[in-house]
């Protein structure tokens, strides 16, 4: 258990970085550009380190996996863009969040996961906390169209299949389904990129930038891989999406940018929640 609570705190903090690294990247460039081009990067270096970690035996079987894996991926990265282009992130963010979250600990209440009393409470804190740090501070009431909603769900719904494709994968196999899934996730966002926006590579300005997100969140999806291979299913996939509120409080020390009062609310009950896994 406390095994898998530090590698998904691994996730949701290399997350977490990536996010605020190419989100910034992404305010000069083509997000799906910088998309693509930093899965390219944490491409390589995921090949890498799945050779150097090794694997008993390589499954077939966990390979597809992985490779849906990453479907699943690369569409909710498309969904999660098309839903922030078409309604405000303070209220798409904890709607993606929330069901990325709650889905795999469904799924791992229905394959007979059992989690002690406290383990139980302290996921629905982190949950709690959860939707409090994705709300960033905004102004004004605006509406949330259909569009934006069904994106947002479809984004949230298909992030948490990734979680728990990768948690029918056995450690025999090593960092290779993340590999496969990786491979995929390229196929697809280079795809998009070349159909929108008529080329893969970002401008120099924010090429550093986007190739250290990239292998940031190779690092997270490393730690997602061995966390839902771990243990329960439900606090890898809930503390890793906590990823959020690295990202604001990266934004808060690096740009001073201002936390809104429930975002720091949703921190300290954050802290709360994982004590209560931890126990």
């Not at 997350?15 to 000069?28: E, K, L, P």
């Amino acid at each position: 258990m406390l095994l898998t609570l530090l590698l998904s705190g691994g996730t949701a903090l290399g997350y977490g970085i990536s996010d605020f690294v190419g989100g910034n990247a992404s305010r000069s460039e083509r997000p799906v550009r910088v998309a693509a081009f930093s899965h390219t990067a944490g491409l390589i270096a995921m090949a890498f380190i799945a050779l150097i970690w090794g694997a008993p035996a390589v499954s077939p079987t966990d390979l597809l996996w992985g490779a849906v894996a990453g479907i699943t991926g690369g569409i909710g990265i498309f969904s999660l863009y098309a839903a922030l282009r078409a309604g405000r992130m303070g209220v798409v963010a904890p709607i993606t969040a929330a069901i990325g979250a709650s889905l795999p600990a469904i799924y791992g209440a229905i394959i007979g996961e059992r989690l002690a009393p406290l383990s139980i409470l302290g996921l629905a804190v982190v949950f709690a906390a959860i939707l409090l740090v994705s709300i960033p501070r905004v102004e004004g009431h605006e509406p949330l169209s259909r569009a934006a909603l069904g994106f947002a769900v479809t984004a949230g719904v298909f992030f948490s299949g990734s979680f728990i494709l990768l948690s029918n994968t056995t450690s025999a196999s090593g960092l290779w389904p993340a590999v496969a899934l990786r491979v995929v996730s390229v196929t697809i966002l280079s795809t998009g990129a070349l159909i929108t926006t008529r080329g893969l590579i970002p401008n120099r300005a924010v090429l550093p930038a986007t190739i250290t997100a990239g292998l940031v969140e190779t690092g997270a999806t490393v730690c997602m891989l061995l966390a839902v291979q771990s243990g329960p299913i439900a606090i890898a996939a809930v503390v890793s999406s906590l990823y959020p509120a690295i990202t604001a409080l990266i934004a808060r020390v690096t740009i001073k940018e201002h936390l809104a009062r429930h975002q720091v609310v949703g921190l300290f009950i954050a802290l709360i929640g994982i004590a209560l896994l931890s126990l």
